[in-house]
């Protein structure tokens, strides 16, 4: 059974910087490329961020590109991202998601809440 | 203003069937595969449609077409469980690469 566990999240002030990790469990982690995916309070699911099961390319949102960086670790099965000059608007769930470049997304995480507050 | 354009809400009764619609152009829809995501209750989305196939514990009663630029997803003998929000997305090649979702339809099952 595929299982994805993100962890890392929290509240920070406008400015700050945190980092989310994602676990994931039950398939061949380094074989697929994986995303985050967030969702603003009331608000649609935006895309963030992809990287490719080798990490040999990244990709971004143009909302987040230059404070997020995406990174993973296969001999850990973990997906992060690190997330700089954090803004009100980046306020969400966070989840944690399979999916190849140019495919639809497979499976989704749990989410966990970012909170971007003074 | 999301990229792919859905419905804002639909209902249907029991048994009937009801199709949600996702518009595009030809840098997204027209050039990939669509998925549909359910969200139930505020809770983390799952996928239902992968392209035109069924992930593995989606019921047979959901259905995806595509034509165009436009795509659709079929849910054929509603039932209660299935109301929720329905997301459709893809991937977008103009500019930079990078995956666009439609705003969600709330599907009500009256």
């Known amino acids: 059974e595929v299982q994805l566990l993100e962890s890392g999240g929290g509240s920070v002030q406008p400015g700050g910087s945190l980092t989310l990790s994602c676990e994931a469990s039950g398939f061949r982690f380094s074989s697929y490329a994986m995303n985050w995916v967030r969702q603003a309070p009331g608000k649609g699911l935006e895309w963030v961020s992809g990287i490719t099961g080798s990490a040999d390319s990244t990709y971004y949102a143009d909302s987040v590109r230059g404070r997020f960086t995406i990174s993973r670790d296969n001999s850990k099965n973990t997906l992060n991202v690190h997330m700089i000059t954090l803004r009100a608007e980046d306020t969400a769930i966070y989840y944690c998601v399979v999916g190849e470049k140019w495919e639809p997304f497979d499976y989704w995480g749990q989410g966990i809440q970012v909170t971007v507050s003074s | 203003q999301s990229a792919l354009t859905q419905e804002a809400s639909v209902s249907g009764t029991v048994g009937q069937k009801v199709t949600l619609s996702c518009t595009g152009n030809s840098n997204n829809i027209g050039s990939y595969a669509v998925g549909w995501y359910q969200q139930i209750s505020h809770g983390a989305p799952k996928t239902v449609m992968f392209g035109n196939s069924l992930p593995s514990g989606i019921p047979d009663r959901f259905s995806a077409s595509k034509s165009g630029t436009s795509a659709s997803l079929t849910i054929s003998g509603l039932q209660p469980e299935d109301e929720g929000v329905y997301y459709c997305?893809?991937?977008?090649?103009?500019?930079?690469?990078?995956?666009?979702f439609g705003g969600g339809t709330k599907l009500t099952v009256l």
């Open positions: 997305s893809t991937w977008d090649n103009s500019l930079s690469a990078h995956v666009v």
